[in-house]
């Protein structure tokens, strides 16, 4: 049985910014989501992954490693709100 590539979503206060848009950095235009994601995984996997489990459709997935793991940071399409697959994960 293969693992899970998106493991849990990743709450911080910049990352709620980056749901609803508020600017922090003047390159950010909101509707991202952020996860920590298995630290074997590629940017295609994790698309796959997001738009099958969510039912949206991703424009454009980022990564980084850092201490507590690899984590992706998930820019949806204009059709879909971050907001609610954030409402739809509990976060608000």
Known sequence: MPRPVLMTPYITEK???HIS?????????G????FIVRRDSTKPEIKK???????VDVEKVNTRIMKDGK??????TKEYSA???????GIF
């Open 83 to 89: 907001e609610e697959v954030g409402m739809r994960l």
């Open 71 to 76: 984590h992706a940071i998930i820019k949806l």
């Open 31 to 34: 509707n991202r989501l952020e």
């Open 49 to 55: 992954a997001f738009e099958r489990r969510y039912e």
């Open 21 to 29: 848009g508020t600017p922090i950095q003047s390159n950010t235009d």
């Open 15 to 17: 990352s709620m910014n």
